[in-house]
């Protein structure tokens, strides 16, 4: 069966830092990628994706992922967070030859101070 | 109305009581979700209807039974709940089920249960 790992549950960082959150997958065939943010009482939004080709993709908000297939790895990376960052962000997976059922991680915390 | 809306957004109820969740999506998708956040646990998938027929029942105890009289509607019915079952229950839909890219889901705001 497919996991997730997130390798930090809370993140607290400065505005203008630079944010990098780890996500892991177990699964050893073909995988879509996802990362969704849910910010304070706002539902959860899909932040960005990746279904095939350029292993670097960009989402909104400045936000982007590299795939990186011998790793096993979707990591998210933002070069200058706002305040604005503040939110739960959760990487998720889903086998391309099953269903479609997605597996998510724990979630990583990000709290932006000004 | 846009995407995925949820009715009620909080609701607390006693452990002998039956309610319903409310789903509706409007964004024409074939597959609807329930999933259950708990604090500091992973997403649990709940349930998956596909063209109103579910596919799949994630070890769920009888206690919630789902309904999908359409694909644009999706219910969780709820009775004789325990005090760990409160959470927040998210909807989702989907374009279909496939492990292709129409399976990227949208989330309605959730539920918040509180049972006492």
């Known amino acids: 069966a497919q996991s997730v790992s997130q390798h930090n549950h809370h993140v607290i960082l400065s505005e203008a830092a630079s944010l990098e959150l780890g996500c892991n997958y177990s699964y050893g065939g073909t995988v879509n990628l996802f990362w969704y943010v849910q910010y304070p009482g706002q539902h959860l939004q899909l932040l960005l994706k990746?279904?095939?080709?350029?292993?670097l993709v960009k989402g909104i908000k400045g936000f982007e992922a590299e795939f990186i297939k011998s790793k096993f790895s979707f990591n998210l990376r933002k070069p200058s967070v706002q305040w604005s960052d503040t939110a739960e962000y959760f990487c998720?997976?889903?086998?391309?030859?099953?269903?479609?059922?997605?597996?998510f991680g724990a979630g990583t915390q990000v709290v932006v101070t000004p | 109305e846009t995407g995925v809306t949820q009715t009620p957004r909080h609701l607390v109820m006693g452990m002998t009581n039956k309610k319903s969740l409310k789903c509706e999506q409007h964004?024409?998708?074939?597959?609807m979700y329930w999933y259950k956040q708990s604090a500091k646990k992973p997403l649990e998938l709940m349930f998956v209807y596909s063209l109103e027929e579910r596919v799949e029942n994630n070890s769920v105890p009888s206690r919630f039974s789902p309904e999908c009289p359409n694909s644009s509607h999706l219910f969780l019915h709820l009775h004789t709940l325990q005090p760990e079952d409160s959470a927040l229950y998210l909807c989702?839909?989907?374009?279909?089920?496939?492990?292709?890219?129409?399976?990227?889901?949208?989330f309605g705001p959730g539920t918040r249960l509180t049972v006492l």
């Open positions: 964004l024409g998708h074939n597959a």
């Open positions: 990746y279904f095939s080709g350029d292993p």
């Open positions: 989702a839909s989907s374009q279909d089920v496939s492990g292709g890219s129409y399976n990227e889901q949208f």
């Open positions: 998720a997976v889903n086998a391309r030859d099953s269903w479609g059922k997605l597996q």
